[in-house]
């Protein structure tokens, strides 16, 4: 699909992964929408770069409805849906103090799960009703899981069971619409310089980019941008999840 031209929805877009994948799409020409729960940041982004902004919390299904009718609202309809929201909590599955509290599990599997499903049912829903372009394609949806899918450490019960399930949803959604020339595909970010990690020390930044085996530093966001217009662009990429984390593979702890 070529991006030029055409509507995109990034939820999650008001920072770090998802900013950049705003950038990026609106620098080749995309009309994007930026949908987050930060209104503020969604705004400012929006205004700087002359686009239109939406707040969206992805637990919410009229707030995500109306994110995408908004977006789909351009010429052509809405043809690519980039789902970046998403949020991490640390602690084991039971300890000295008891098990883990369920509250917190729940919460990051609606966010991080129900909150990709919701992006992708409804942006899908409106991409149904596109007029097919070459080889039939209706659209694109690109979501974000993390290699905490596969290699889950110490304290990321409730984290890597949300982005597990993003991952095993990919091919089944990439089946479900394959019959639309609707693509679904899944990037697995690994070690990446966004706002979460710009909290902990230089030092300890440092420390977890040397752990990655080549290039031996954190990802920047631009490179998780660069993946995305590519799952786009290429129309032989469908059903798949794609690790991006320079060979890292994660130890327990």
Partial sequence: MNIDGSSALVVGGASGLGEATVRALHARGAGV?????????????????GIQSVTCDVREEDQVQAAVTKAAGGEGGLRVAVCCAGTGWAQKV???????????????VSINLIGTFNAMRFAAAAMIANEPLDDGERGVCI???????????????????????VVAMTLPAARDLAQYGIRVNTIAPGLFDTPLLAALPEEARQK???GVPYPQRLGAPT???????????????????????GALRMPPR
């Fill in 143 to 165: 979501n974000t899981a993390s290699i905490a899918a596969f290699d889950g450490q110490v304290g990321q019960i409730a984290y890597a069971a949300s982005k597990g399930g």
């Fill in 223 to 245: 490179e998780y941008a660069q993946l995305a217009c590519q799952l786009i662009e290429n129309r032989m990429l469908n059903g798949e999840t794609i690790r991006l984390d």
């Fill in 94 to 108: 039971a300890g000295s103090k008891g098990p883990h509290p369920l509250l917190p599990f729940e919460t990051i």
């Fill in 208 to 210: 977890l980019g040397a």
């Fill in 33 to 49: 929408t930026v949908a987050d729960v930060n209104a503020e940041k969604a705004d400012a982004l929006a205004s700087e770069l």
